[in-house]
């Protein structure tokens, strides 16, 4: 499921659009999630996402790919192979290091 939320800022006049995608977990739990960016690599879409319960503090990136089903419906898969994983992080984290902050884990 897919939703838009609008926004408007009345003393400004400029409206804001947020994507909202739920998601079902193999435990049939619904996760809302934000869309924050989607980016093409490798003849591969990519998208970065944050979960929507604006309630909870040091949320992380949730990065999947865009995955073609024989039915042609486009789902949604984590990432599994660890290189492309960090191919497609440092690609999202260049994108967006200037609305997040982002923890380096080596220096940990």
């Known amino acids: 499921m897919n ?4 926004f408007v ?6 409206e804001f659009s947020t994507d909202l995608i739920t998601l079902i977990d193999e435990d049939d739990v619904e996760h809302t999630f934000e869309l924050v960016e989607t ?3 490798g003849g591969t879409t990519y998208v970065a996402l944050l979960p929507a319960d604006i309630l909870e503090e040091n949320q992380e990136l949730v990065i999947m790919k865009i ?10 898969e984590l990432i599994d ?7 497609v992080s440092e ?4 994108i967006l290091a200037d609305l997040f902050e982002f923890d380096d884990e080596d220096d940990e």
């Open 91 to 94: 690609m999202f984290e260049s």
């Open 9 to 14: 800022d009345d003393e400004e006049g400029i």
């Open 39 to 41: 980016i093409e690599h």
């Open 3 to 6: 939703d838009d939320m609008d």
């Open 81 to 87: 192979d660890d290189e492309e994983f960090e191919e």
């Open 67 to 76: 995955v073609e089903e024989d039915d042609e419906e486009d789902i949604l």
